[in-house]
């Protein structure tokens, strides 16, 4: 049997199933008689204490591993939440719900408005809230919960969904993939796969009730499947094919560290995609860094970051990289991205919204300290700024201006900044893609934002898997479209590189390069896979391909001249 869902980290296992089936708690319906409503909420108050305890100790015994702490940092905030408390209060004081029920009730209703939220973001925090309401039950009911700490070896762990706080303490040595019916893309089960690099099949519907405890199973996580009790054929095919992924990855590790070249020696820059200033992998195999997405440092925050903050986490990535180039593109908040400590405006189409720029705009006092903080940063390294969401020459104008105030100002009050400075503009808005001749004229370079850019080109959200098809960044469309804005920046004598995930993608890799890219900025984990790619092919045939892609009337064509080169190159 076959089951589809989103493939996540890519490679492919076979392993035994485990499933894993979370204690579920029943909560008996107990009315509290008049006078009892006291002691009730007492329990509920000393539940709520030793839950801190509880995620205190794990976010204290977590201390190094930054990305799982941060999950039971978030489930404090869950539990110190004054409107929560005030519900359960009310549900004791004024229903006569007894603690569990209480405590069920209340987090059931807030768990129902946040999961409904049309921000993929904000609805899969859902899952959190849910844990906290499991830890407090158990609590309440002197319940334990099960776990994912002790597991056999070679475990393909098989959920209807894992809580953040299953996967955080999960016996990682033993776990060759995941598969959930449940979560997306931007869930936490993903967020935690990818980093650890474990395949993950998510949202495959029907795994629990089609796959078995203990049976052979295979994870194709570049395909986005599940294959269940494999045998003759398809298991030997698996097989040859595991072989091949294995080697792929252990050529991309060896290949990481080498510089980037094409066949007949024509140098690629390889750049590197961060957020944050806490992990540097990636940082020893890169020439630049091709975008720090600065969004995520104020995610990281309970506040807006102050510009003394900002300066110091722009300076520590500017010195950790020695003197390459960092590229820090300007908040890009809106569309998917939120700040909990900050409303943002309601919309219908939030991709289409205030969004990046236009919000800066809008929060002058947000985007002029960013800037100050990055200009200051920039007497520390190489740093270049750049503006996501440009749609016009007046967005680019404006936003110079804003980084021109703030020269001024800088060079008033003495202090240092990096006087060559280069100003770009990312690419990801069609507009702007069709302008890209004039933009080449003023902006000192670009960046193209496949991800974005592909998006609002074929009119198909990139978070929405039910239009996916639509989603097509090898079609003629889009290649044409690379090709002009890569051409225009080149002819200007402008350095132009793609930061989208496009990049990183390594069947794409011929083909950038024939449309004339040098740079591709990429995420650490792909820098192996783009270098190995581009060695085997000249810069001539690059072109040709780039072409023949030109020319093509469909996405089928374009994969299919590319596989057909792979396939030649690589022989
Ligand atoms: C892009 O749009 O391609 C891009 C790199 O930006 P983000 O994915 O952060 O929107
Ligand atoms: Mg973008």
Redesign the pocket.
């Known amino acids: 049997m076959e089951i589809k869902g989103i493939g996540i980290s890519g490679g492919i296992t076979i392993g035994k199933a485990y499933k894993f089936q979370p204690l579920e708690i029943t909560v008996e319906h107990i009315c509290c008689s008049d006078g009892c409503q006291q002691e009730q909420q007492k329990r509920c108050d000393l539940a709520k204490q030793t839950a801190r305890e509880q995620l205190n100790a794990l976010t204290e015994e977590l201390k190094s591993q930054p990305d799982k702490a941060k999950i039971f940092a978030a489930h404090q905030e869950f539990l110190e939440d004054e409107e929560i408390d005030e519900m359960v209060h009310d549900f004791v004081y004024e229903e006569h719900y007894c603690a569990e029920w209480a405590v069920e009730s209340a987090y059931d209703r807030f768990i129902s408005i946040i999961s409904k939220s049309k921000n993929k973001l904000i609805a899969e925090r859902a899952a959190d809230l849910q844990d906290v309401k499991l830890r407090l039950l158990c609590i309440l009911t002197g319940k334990k919960k099960a776990d994912l700490k002790h597991l056999p070896e070679n475990s393909v762990i098989v959920a209807k969904d894992l809580l953040p706080s299953d996967t955080a303490e999960m016996d990682r040595k033993n776990v060759l993939a995941i598969i959930t019916e449940e979560g997306g893309a931007t869930s936490h089960s993903a967020i935690i796969a990818k980093s650890y690099r474990i395949p993950a099949v998510l949202g495959a519907v029907g795994a629990m009730d089609g796959v078995e405890d203990g049976e052979s199973v295979i994870v194709d996580a570049d395909k986005g499947i599940v294959i269940t009790k494999p045998e003759g054929v398809l298991l030997q095919e698996y097989r040859e094919k595991k072989i091949l992924s294995d080697r792929e990855t252990q050529i991309a590790e060896i290949w990481a560290g080498k510089p980037g070249c094409t066949a007949d020696g024509v140098h690629i820059s390889a750049g590197l995609n961060i957020g944050s200033h806490k992990n540097t992998d990636g940082y020893e195999n890169c020439d630049y860094i091709g975008?720090l997405?600065t969004e995520f440092i104020y995610m990281d925050s309970d506040h807006l970051p102050t510009e003394d903050e900002q300066f110091s986490i722009y300076k520590t990535i500017l010195e950790n990289m020695k003197g390459r180039p960092v590229t820090l593109r300007t908040l890009?908040i809106g569309g998917d991205k939120t700040l909990k400590y900050k409303e943002l405006p309601k919309e219908a189409n939030p991709f289409l919204g205030r969004r990046a720029l236009r919000l800066c705009f809008d929060e002058p006092e947000i985007f002029r300290t960013q800037l100050r903080a990055a200009y200051r940063a920039s007497a520390y390294g190489r740093l270049q700024i750049m503006f996501p969401m440009v749609g016009s020459m007046d967005d680019w104008r404006r936003a110079k201006d804003f980084a021109d105030k703030v020269r001024a100002e800088l060079d008033q009050e003495g202090i240092p900044y990096d006087k060559q400075l280069k100003l770009g503009v990312m690419i990801?808005v069609p507009a702007a893609a069709i302008i890209a001749d004039m933009l080449s004229l003023e902006a000192d370079f670009a960046s193209i934002?496949?991800?974005?850019?592909c998006q609002y080109l074929c009119a198909a959200d990139r978070l929405e898997a039910s239009v996916n098809e639509y989603y097509q960044s090898y079609s003629p469309a889009f290649v044409r479209v690379l090709g002009h804005i890569i051409k225009s920046f080149t002819n200007a004598g402008k350095e132009v590189s793609v930061?989208?995930e496009m990049a990183g993608d390594c069947k794409a890799s011929p083909l950038l390069a024939g449309l004339g890219l040098r740079k591709f900025s990429m995420s650490p984990s792909s820098l192996g896979k783009v270098k190995y790619a581009l060695s085997h092919y000249s810069i001539p045939q690059c072109e040709e391909l780039a072409q023949k892609c030109c020319n093509a009337a469909t996405q089928a064509q374009v994969k299919e001249i590319l596989a057909q080169a792979e396939l030649e190159a690589m022989a």
Do not use: F
């Not at 934002?449 to 850019?453: A, H, I, S, V």
């Open positions: 975008l997405r890009d990801e934002g496949t991800n974005d850019l930061c989208g």
